[in-house]
């Protein structure tokens, strides 16, 4: 059973986004809020503007008005290393790992924010870092169990199909132990059963890590099913904003979905 889950104060908070592409209006004047804990769902027609939003909380496109405020703090020109050092994690909507490599080095990459140890000290497997990488390990075969890929942990991760890559790029995010994580489409593409597992694991890192989450997705009985607050883009502008009924019951944003294939 589920713990119950504490919806705690105001983490982030997006005032008044706007972000063009040359003429490409991506976004307009957005504000929106995350809360401590929660799971805020992103959900919208394609080309809405979410994945700019989430690229944009991410640090990786910078608004041309606006403000950001995590954690208190107002966030100046904030490259996604940076953003990365505070906490926030995220997977890409085109799955983004090393084909080549194993799902556990894959997932050791999550740990690079987090370590201290230069890289010749890592080359040489000296001292703090032997025990840091030591740690490191520690964590990446929790992620592991957690998600349930023991059994494909020496798999180049080429050779998966779709539904456990995504799992993967889970566990990749995971692994930097995030307060905040970002998930664009988790369940894209997936069949009935990768998608119950991947809200299964969604659900359960938000319950048992207290990770709060902001979540892109398509498949309404999931937004419905999981998340706290959903916010609506439409062509950039935000259309809604509220719980999953609230949202599913304003008109506007009925009007927009009848309009599209989703
Ligand atoms: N790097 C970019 N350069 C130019 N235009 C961009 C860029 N990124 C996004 N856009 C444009 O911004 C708009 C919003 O795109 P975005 O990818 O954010 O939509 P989305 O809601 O994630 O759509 P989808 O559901 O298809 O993933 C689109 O018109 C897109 O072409
Ligand atoms: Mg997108």
């Given at each position: 059973?589920?713990?119950?889950?504490?919806?705690?104060?105001?983490?982030?908070?997006?005032?008044?986004?706007?972000?063009?592409?040359?003429?490409?209006?991506?976004?307009?004047?957005?504000?929106?809020?995350?809360?401590?804990?929660?799971?805020?769902?992103?959900?919208?027609?394609?080309?809405?503007?979410?994945?700019?939003?989430?690229?944009?909380?991410?640090?990786?496109?910078?608004?041309?008005?606006?403000?950001?405020?995590?954690?208190?703090?107002?966030?100046?020109?904030?490259?996604?290393?940076?953003?990365a050092h505070q906490g926030i994690a995220r997977t890409f909507q085109n799955i983004a790992l090393?084909?080549?490599?194993?799902?556990?080095?894959?997932?050791?990459?999550?740990?690079?924010?987090?370590?201290?140890?230069?890289?010749?000290?890592?080359?040489?497997?000296?001292?703090?870092?032997?025990?840091?990488?030591?740690?490191?390990?520690?964590?990446?075969?929790?992620?592991?169990?957690?998600?349930?890929?023991?059994?494909?942990?020496?798999?180049?991760?080429?050779?998966?199909?779709?539904?456990?890559?995504?799992?993967?790029?889970?566990?990749?995010?995971?692994?930097?132990?995030?307060?905040?994580?970002?998930?664009?489409?988790?369940?894209?593409?997936?069949?009935?059963?990768?998608?119950?597992?991947?809200?299964?694991?969604?659900?359960?890192?938000?319950?048992?890590?207290?990770?709060?989450?902001?979540?892109?997705?398509?498949?309404?009985?999931?937004?419905?099913?999981?998340?706290?607050?959903?916010?609506?883009?439409?062509?950039?502008?935000?259309?809604?904003?509220?719980?999953?009924?609230?949202?599913?019951?304003?008109?506007d944003v009925i009007k927009a979905y009848l309009g599209t294939s989703h």
């Amino acid at each position: 059973m589920s713990k119950q889950r504490q919806i705690g104060e105001v983490i982030l908070n997006l005032q008044n986004i706007s972000l063009a592409f040359g003429g490409v209006k991506a976004l307009t004047d957005i504000s929106f809020d995350v809360k401590e804990h929660e799971i805020r769902a992103i959900i919208g027609p394609n080309g809405a503007g979410k994945s700019s939003m989430l690229n944009v909380i991410n640090g990786v496109y910078h608004p041309q008005q606006g403000d950001i405020t995590f954690r208190g703090e107002k966030r100046h020109a904030m490259n996604p290393t940076r953003v990365a050092h505070q906490g926030i994690a995220r997977t890409f909507q085109n799955i983004a790992l090393f084909k080549g490599m194993t799902v556990l080095d894959n997932i050791m990459t999550g740990r690079n924010t987090r370590m201290k140890s230069g890289l010749l000290s890592h080359a040489l497997w000296w001292g703090p870092a032997r025990n840091e990488e030591i740690a490191h390990r520690k964590r990446v075969e929790e992620v592991i169990d957690f998600l349930e890929i023991q059994h494909i942990r020496k798999t180049p991760v080429g050779r998966l199909p779709y539904g456990l890559q995504k799992r993967v790029e889970l566990a990749r995010a995971l692994a930097a132990e995030p307060s905040l994580l970002l998930l664009d489409e988790p369940m894209a593409g997936m069949n009935v059963e990768e998608k119950q597992d991947m809200c299964r694991f969604v659900l359960d890192v938000n319950d048992q890590f207290g990770t709060t989450i902001v979540l892109i997705e398509h498949d309404m009985g999931v937004v419905m099913d999981i998340s706290d607050r959903v916010v609506v883009l439409d062509y950039g502008k935000k259309i809604g904003d509220g719980t999953p009924d609230e949202v599913m019951a304003n008109p506007d944003v009925i009007k927009a979905y009848l309009g599209t294939s989703h």
